[in-house]
């Protein structure tokens, strides 16, 4: 009897029960425990949508306090609040945001997959060979790509952070953070803040649209001449835009009360830093912010910084704010957006079976992978921790 045949007599209510029931995945959500992380990779409203799926998700006990989820909206959303971290991580899949400690790796079973992002200051060389030896099959965040190579995670987190640079910047020039006491923006009769931004992707184009929506003065540098293109044509012909041509750059930080770096340095074959003698010609009591701290720095000034260094320090008179994940001071719209991408990704995941047939059938999926079954895969990340990688098609029909 063909497969038609099979369900004629069965209820669409059962076949519905019984599409749920295939290929459920187990979903782990630890609590982060490196200190200020608050974000989540679900909300209650998307771990709803994939129980409702037939899937299971363990969600451990506060995990989501931080961004102002009680233990009851998630398990009225039909997930398993579990009290320990062991338990969590006993999941064939751990969604966390931070790259994952030793002491996490160790309650993680063998062969588990682990989505995390892979911020290099805060993943140590003892957890990523923990990982080898465990087998786990790793994703990053940052690497996962879109039909049309475009990186969605990566995206969205620059976006909320180019916004959250600009309300930053209001604050900290202000008389009540101990700033200059000017406004960022423009008046009548006063001459606008100038802002210059270094880079001009996603979190430069969003930090220019905001500061230019309240009046302040706008200057764009790029190594890019299509992007320096791009952000004219969304953001208008007014818009001051240049390649490092170091006279034309000099000029725009002396006269700078803001400068924001943007640049992005994942997977590129270029790495351009603003040298110490630019931030030396600034004027006092003008404001430099890195965005890119997790990337190792936009700034002489701040690129060497340790975990321990201080956020926010001076130097040569010039206010430097140098916090990691700033996304993490609207943790909740952060966690929110996440959730947008990571539902229709595990949905496909179980529609697929397993990791390796996603792998197989979604080249953007794939290109995250940088650990397969304890082999290193991916070329950026396994020469940060001096290790050679293979590509991961030499392993797909091996495990």
């Known amino acids: 009897m063909?497969?038609?045949?099979?369900?004629?007599?069965?209820?669409?209510?059962?076949?519905?029960?019984?599409?749920?029931?295939?290929?459920?995945?187990?979903?782990?959500?630890?609590?982060?425990?490196?200190?200020?992380?608050?974000?989540?990779?679900?909300?209650?409203?998307a771990v709803d949508m994939l129980t409702d799926r037939g899937h299971r998700v363990l969600v451990e006990a506060g995990?989501?306090?931080?961004?102002?989820?009680?233990?009851?909206?998630?398990?009225?959303?039909?997930?398993?609040?579990?009290?320990?971290?062991?338990?969590?991580?006993?999941?064939?899949?751990?969604?966390k945001i931070l790259p994952p400690l030793t002491a996490e790796v160790m309650m993680m079973?063998?062969?588990?997959?682990?989505?995390?992002?892979?911020?290099?200051?805060?993943?140590?060389h003892e957890a990523f060979e923990l990982m080898m030896a465990k087998r786990i099959t790793a994703v990053a965040y940052e690497l996962l790509a879109d039909d049309k190579q475009?990186?969605?995670?990566?995206?969205?987190?620059?976006?909320?952070?180019?916004?959250?640079?600009?309300?930053?910047?209001?604050?900290?020039?202000?008389?009540?953070?101990?700033?200059?006491?000017?406004?960022?923006?423009?008046?009548?009769?006063?001459?606008?803040?100038?802002?210059?931004?270094?880079?001009?992707?996603?979190?430069?184009?969003?930090?220019?649209?905001?500061?230019?929506?309240?009046?302040?003065s706008v200057k764009v540098f790029d190594d890019d001449i299509n992007k320096l293109r791009t952000?004219?044509?969304?953001?208008?012909?007014?818009?001051?835009?240049?390649?490092?041509?170091?006279?034309?750059?000099?000029?725009?930080?002396r006269s700078a009360d803001v400068v924001i770096g943007a640049m992005r340095y994942i997977?590129?074959?270029?790495?351009?830093?603003?040298?110490?003698?630019?931030?030396?010609?600034?004027?006092?009591?003008?404001?430099?912010i890195d965005l890119r701290i997790n990337q190792g720095g936009?700034?002489?000034?701040t690129c060497c910084l340790c975990p321990s260094d201080p956020a926010v320090f001076e130097q040569y008179g010039v206010l430097h704010y140098c916090r990691q994940n700033i996304s993490n001071r609207v943790a909740r719209t952060t966690s929110m957006a996440l959730s947008n991408i990571f539902v229709p990704m595990l949905f496909l995941l179980g529609d697929?079976?397993?990791v390796q047939g996603m792998i197989k059938s979604d080249p953007g999926f794939k290109n995250g992978v940088y650990m397969y079954c304890g082999k290193p895969v991916n070329s950026y990340v396994s020469n940060r921790f001096g290790l050679s990688s293979n590509n991961i098609d030499l392993y797909l029909s091996a495990f």
């Not at 952000?231 to 930080?253: D, E, K, R």
């Not at 936009?298 to 000034?301: P, S």
Request: glycine content about 10%.
């Open 352 to 354: 697929a079976g397993a």
């Open 298 to 301: 936009c700034f002489e000034t």
């Open 150 to 216: 475009r990186c969605p995670v990566l995206n969205v987190i620059s976006e909320i952070e180019g916004t959250a640079s600009i309300t930053i910047a209001s604050e900290l020039l202000s008389n009540t953070q101990g700033g200059k006491g000017i406004l960022l923006g423009g008046i009548p009769g006063v001459s606008p803040t100038e802002v210059v931004i270094i880079g001009a992707g996603n979190a430069g184009t969003v930090a220019t649209r905001a500061a230019m929506a309240l009046g302040a």
């Open 109 to 124: 079973k063998p062969r588990t997959t682990l989505f995390s992002t892979v911020q290099f200051n805060t993943f140590s």
């Open 2 to 45: 063909d497969r038609q045949g099979q369900g004629a007599y069965i209820p669409q209510e059962l076949l519905k029960e019984l599409s749920k029931a295939s290929n459920r995945l187990l979903i782990g959500i630890p609590c982060e425990r490196v200190e200020g992380e608050c974000r989540l990779a679900l909300t209650p409203e």
């Open 63 to 95: 995990a989501g306090l931080g961004i102002n989820y009680s233990d009851n909206h998630y398990s009225e959303a039909g997930a398993e609040i579990v009290a320990t971290p062991a338990e969590v991580y006993q999941a064939d899949i751990i969604l």
């Open 267 to 288: 997977n590129t074959r270029h790495r351009y830093i603003i040298a110490e003698d630019m931030i030396r010609i600034m004027k006092r009591g003008a404001l430099v």
């Open 231 to 253: 952000i004219q044509q969304v953001l208008g012909q007014g818009l001051f835009t240049s390649t490092f041509h170091p006279n034309v750059l000099q000029n725009a930080f």
